[in-house]
């Protein structure tokens, strides 16, 4: 068996008769669109301020950055 949690619920849901390949095969092509489609937003956007750039990043936030 595989140990990848996402084929393991495709074998799964597909044992159940919940899922067949097609739709799948959509969702996975879906997915793939969606990263690509980020990827493309990450490369045309600026890059941040650097004083900017680790706001939202809790673990520098809360001074844990520096740990040793």
Do not use: Y
């Amino acid at each position: 068996g595989t140990r990848d949690p996402i084929q393991r619920l495709r074998i799964e849901l597909h044992a159940a008769g919940r899922l067949d390949d097609e739709v799948f095969d959509k969702m996975v092509l879906k997915a793939r669109a969606t990263v690509q489609d980020a990827i493309a937003f990450a490369d045309a956007s600026p890059l941040p301020d650097p004083i900017e750039a680790t706001r939202g990043v809790t673990g520098l936030e809360l001074g844990l950055g520096n740990a040793r």
